[in-house]
């Protein structure tokens, strides 16, 4: 178990690294900080003077060792917009976006896992094929059009919600809806399938010719074995509570992370948006190295495999 | 900060008006005791671009509309009737001779932190301590004075100080002769120094609220103006709140509070409106007039400001070295198609990169190149122009319809046979960037004030951005910039001024003039606010019941 956690634990140092790495260099190569800041009327000698301020002159091999060495010591730098603490402007943002991933994400596990699971139950019934018509609607709808006729039946033409902004609790129902809507049509659409192939193995089939009443066949042995699939989507979307609305912040003016995020790249604040990268990549690789566990805790030949090794 | 922008009380017409008759009327603490203005919420693209609110830094079109409301200029261009100069803070203005303007200053004016406004506050927003003066660009850093190892101050950051240099290029001091009374004074005789006074950089500012401020950053997100409203929260990329000052030297403003909203996607700005969330929404593309219209509530105001959209040449480009080349680009575009598909016909075609609130300095007679394919052709011709691809740096959504009016461009020039190439950039220091190989690319030149110099020599000439960039310069052009803003003969003036719209425009284009800008705002119907001829918004008395 100890080496399973070991393995996990250094893939993920491995994948925080080659985020880090990549968005460094993809940010570096793709625009001058110096330029974009300082404006397009700033004079060269200016934008001389910004990039020797802030270290962008030297070469860059030399910025990422700088870089990589302040991340070790726990400095993630600072905003070359106003001279911030990166942290501290990601760190003011994280409330509001979490205001809506939260609960989002209990809509998405509260409609999506009993819709799939009811669909599976009542396969090809007329309720199956609602579930699922309502499901590929749902997930192929982009989250910006999705929004936006959100807010042009609830906000413009019924007046109920606010249309955008954050300012109380009926602000962030529409973008909780757009992005609770989109989730919880695609986990319905992998409970079904999961619990369709698991409806279809033997043991199944074994337990109900034993006289297993189904409730319990359901209960006991589909949904525990349904769940691996499931639970691997449901870590996705976990890790991407922090930066998963960057365009439902958009849409809806909502002043979190995303919104940050699309900023700083513009500008290309590098710090800022090394930041959040960092903190996204963060939360992905923690979400999957506790899905893995859940795999051993789920599924116990995936223990007795770990052992085994 | 959220959308919300509920009026506090009802908003009606009638009410609006009332209040705005009584209020001068009122003493302070009725006002405060039963305040029944409105709060007013203005949905924007963007507040800043630099994040912050000294226009000295902050010099694009979405700064406009804000600056307006906290501080104010001596003298100011109406943009709202006839464009001319009229006194501000200043009551009234003399020449001593050419290079000295005296000028007299508006009593009883307070700053937002209750200072009386006086000659030496005039001093210090023309001075070093504001403009850096005599500073070198490496002393003037100190909006990054947080970085670690550098100090910090109040020393302003280096382009401020180039845009100083650039839009008061002969500036030797201002003097104060009492506390009512001071002089401009020139290094260089300067016919426009009235209109360079009226422009944005040289709104006025309070001198002890700037040394008291901790760091340059801090004061430039909060000044101490003294305009209608004063700042009461700036939440960068996010809201601007403004409250009213209601020791205004112009009587209490109408409006209780402006909340600017940063809600950066056209629909979601009309969703607000509409919704009632918000009572103004910027920004408006032509194509959603109908659209707004539709809604008996609300209504498009606005019009062409003094702003003109251009295509831009990179003479350094080894096709476009050669004038006929970038001639030909000026004969391959049907401005009024463009005007017609694109604007509903809105947005006029001018007489070059002029306006008409130039006055005598107008050219009437003089007109952008005229849409001619053949004779396009004919020039690349006589160029030996044999294909070779020139790059459209461009973005997708800066100006109003930028997308759509290159591709109609585009396509224009493939016609006659130029092989121009769309390169996607995402802002605009890439557009300009030195690396690769620049060509073609968009850009509007607004005029500040009622004089060429304004526009032509400040964009063109030798301190303008394209010159400085090492875009286009033209060595007679540079010559004549000095003699337009030197001058003081009019009819030398203004023969000068020809002769670089000729030189620019026709014989060694610089660049080519599209067509005029239009500013479309989305209000509610029932407030009784006028749009002006620029991106400035007027929330004062005197605007508001129309």
Same mark, same amino acid.
């Given at each position: 178990m100890l080496r399973f956690l070991a393995t996990r634990l250094l893939r993920a140092a491995v994948t925080v690294v080659l985020v880090v790495t990549f968005a460094f260099v993809v940010l570096r190569l793709s625009g001058d900080p110096a330029q974009i800041i300082m404006?397009?009327?700033?004079p060269p000698e200016a934008v001389e003077a910004f990039r020797r301020a802030w270290g962008l002159d030297d070469p860059i091999w030399m910025q990422y060792l700088r870089y990589f060495g302040a991340i070790i010591g726990g400095d993630l730098g600072r905003s070359m917009?106003?001279?911030?603490d990166a942290i501290a402007l990601v760190a003011e943002r994280i409330p509001a976006t979490l205001a809506l991933t939260i609960p989002a994400l209990l809509i998405k596990l509260c409609i999506g896992i009993p819709a799939g699971i009811t669909a599976a139950l009542h396969r090809n019934s007329p309720i199956d094929r609602a579930v699922m018509v309502l499901a590929v609607a749902g997930f192929t709808v982009p989250s910006f059009v999705l929004g936006l006729l959100l807010v042009l039946v609830? +906000?413009?033409?019924?007046?109920?919600?606010?249309?955008?902004?954050?300012?109380?609790w009926r602000h962030a129902v529409l973008p909780i809806l757009t992005l609770g809507i989109g989730g919880a049509a695609v986990l319905a659409r992998f409970t079904r399938s999961a619990m369709l192939e698991v409806l279809g193995q033997p043991y199944i089939r074994t337990a109900s010719a034993k006289g297993v009443p189904w409730r319990a066949v359901v209960w006991g042995h589909a949904l525990p074995n349904a769940a691996i699939p499931t639970v691997t989507i449901i870590g996705f979307m976990v890790g991407s509570l922090? +930066?998963?609305?960057v365009v439902v912040e958009s849409v809806f003016s909502w002043p979190g992370v995303g919104r940050l995020l699309v900023v700083a790249v513009a500008n290309r604040d590098l710090a800022v948006v090394q930041c959040v990268l960092l903190l996204v990549a963060g939360t992905m690789v923690t979400a999957n190295l506790v899905v893995d566990l859940l795999y051993g805790a789920l599924d116990p030949r995936l223990r007795s495999q770990a052992r085994g090794a | 900060m959220p959308i919300t922008g509920a009026p506090e009380v009802a908003f009606r017409r009638r009410s609006l008006l009332g209040a705005a008759l009584a209020a001068p009327a009122l003493p302070r603490f009725a006002i405060a005791q039963a305040d029944s203005r409105p709060v007013v919420t203005i949905a924007v693209q963007k507040i800043s671009n630099t994040n912050t609110l000294e226009t000295l830094r902050e010099q694009s079109n979405v700064g406009s509309r804000t600056w307006f409301s906290i501080a104010e200029t001596l003298i100011e261009q109406?943009?709202?009737?006839?464009l001319t100069l009229r006194p501000a803070l200043a009551t009234a203005w003399r020449r001593i001779d050419e290079r000295t303007l005296e000028l007299t200053l508006r009593e009883g004016v307070r700053f937002h932190d209750g200072h009386v406004m006086t000659a030496e506050d005039v001093a210090f927003s023309f001075g070093p301590e504001r403009m850096?003066?005599?500073?070198t660009l490496d002393q003037a850093?100190?909006?990054?004075?947080?970085?670690?190892g550098q100090s910090r101050g109040r020393t302003p950051p280096p382009e401020a100080l180039a845009v100083a240099r650039r839009t008061y290029?002969?500036?030797?001091r201002v003097e104060v002769?009492?506390?009512?009374t001071v002089r401009f004074v020139n290094r260089t005789p300067d016919l426009a120094m009235e209109g360079r006074i009226s422009r944005n950089t040289g709104m006025i500012l309070s001198r002890a609220a700037f040394e008291a401020a901790p760091s340059w950053l801090d004061w430039s997100r909060r000044p101490i103006g003294t305009g209608p409203f004063r700042v009461a929260e700036f939440r960068p990329d996010q809201s601007l709140v403004l409250e009213a000052f209601d020791d205004y030297w112009g009587g209490?403003?109408?409006?209780?509070r402006l909340r600017f909203l940063e809600v950066p996607e056209v629909a979601s700005r009309i969703n607000a409106l509409l919704s009632g969330e918000a009572d103004f929404a910027c920004d408006?593309?032509?194509?959603?007039i109908d659209g707004i219209a539709r809604s008996a509530r609300h209504e498009v105001v606005g019009g062409p400001i003094m702003n003109h959209r251009l295509t831009v040449?990179?003479?350094?480009h080894p096709q476009l070295a050669n004038p006929l080349v970038r001639r030909a680009f000026t004969h391959a575009i049907d401005r009024e198609a463009i005007v017609a598909a694109l604007w509903g016909g809105r947005a006029p075609v001018p007489?070059?990169?002029?306006?008409?609130?130039?006055?005598?300095?107008?050219?009437?007679d003089w007109a952008v190149p005229r849409f001619d394919p053949n004779e396009a052709k004919r020039l690349l011709r006589q160029a030996g122009y044999k294909g070779d691809p020139i790059p459209y740096r461009l973005l997708?959504?800066?100006?109003?319809n930028q997308l759509p009016t290159a591709q109609v461009l585009v396509e224009g020039w493939r016609a006659v046979g130029l092989n121009v190439v769309i390169e996607m950039r995402e802002n605009f220091p890439q557009v300009l960037s030195r690396e690769g190989q620049r060509g073609v690319r968009d850009w509007s030149n607004s005029?500040?004030?009622?004089?060429p110099v304004s526009s032509l020599t400040a964009q063109h000439?030798?301190?303008g951005q394209q010159w400085q960039i090492g875009e286009w310069r033209n060595e007679e052009f540079g010559r004549l910039s000095q003699v337009l803003e030197q001058g003081t003969d009019p009819a030398q003036r203004r023969t000068t001024f020809r002769r670089m719209l000729e030189i620019a425009e026709?014989?060694?284009?610089?660049y080519t003039v599209l067509h005029q800008s239009v500013n479309l705002t989305a209000k509610?119907?029932?407030?009784?606010w006028r749009a002006g001829q620029s991106f400035v918004m007027d929330f004062r008395r005197r605007n508001w019941a129309g």
């Open positions: 404006g397009a009327d700033a917009r106003d001279g911030r609830f +906000a413009v033409q019924l007046g109920w919600l606010p249309s955008g902004g954050q300012e109380s922090i +930066a998963g609305a | 109406d943009w709202w009737d006839d850096g003066w005599g500073l850093r100190n909006l990054f004075g947080s970085v670690p290029p002969a500036l030797e002769i009492d506390s009512r209490a403003p109408p409006v209780k408006m593309p032509p194509d959603q040449f990179d003479k350094t007489r070059g990169l002029q306006f008409d609130f130039y006055g005598s300095m107008l050219h009437a997708a959504g800066y100006y109003t005029a500040s004030f009622n004089d000439g030798p301190d026709r014989e060694d284009p610089a509610r119907r029932d407030l009784r």
